[in-house]
Every structure is written in C-alpha cells, then in structure tokens.
C-alpha cells in the first residue's frame, strides 16, 4: 500500500494521501459489515475469504472473515494474481 501511495504521489500531489483515504474507508466498511465484500474462490482453498475494491484505484483488499475480520492482501486487480494466498495459512 506504501509503494502504491508513494507512485501516485509521485505522478500528482495529494493522490497518495487518496490511496490511503480509500483504504480506511474499505478497512472500515469490512469491520463493520464483514459480509460487504464479494467472495473469492479459489479451488485450493479452503477458508471462506472476501475482496472489496477500493473506488478510485486499481487495487483491492482480500479478507477473512474471521472475528474480526483480518486483511490479508492489498493488491493491485491484474498484477500477480493469488500471490498472496500463502499468508492465508498464518491467519
């Protein structure tokens, strides 16, 4: 998220402050509402998790809903898809 934030600053001042402002938002919407997010399925495995895209960046968060509700991944849409499914065992 740091990188992201830093590259869009770097482009026009004030959109790595946006990127950050996007992602409280979606955290908050998923402590509050932790069904919010779409599932995400993958046939490997096994934990029920979410993802919930921020507005205005091509990024996403991926969830579980565990209680609370714990953010695994901040990725980008197209990039490296699933790298970061391994986190998944440490949740």
């Known amino acids: ?18 990127v950050y402002a996007e992602t409280d938002e979606a955290i908050d919407r998923i402590a509050k509402m932790p069904d919010v997010g779409a599932p995400w399925r993958h046939r490997r495995i096994q934990r029920e998790v979410r993802r919930i895209p921020l507005r205005s960046f ?4 991926f969830y579980v809903t565990t209680s609370p509700p714990v953010v695994v991944a901040f990725a980008h849409k197209n990039r490296r898809p699933g790298y970061w499914t391994r986190r998944l065992g440490d949740v």
């Open 1 to 18: 998220m740091v990188e992201a934030a830093d590259w869009y600053e770097a482009r026009l001042v004030g959109l790595g402050d946006r």
């Open 58 to 61: 091509p990024f996403m968060l």
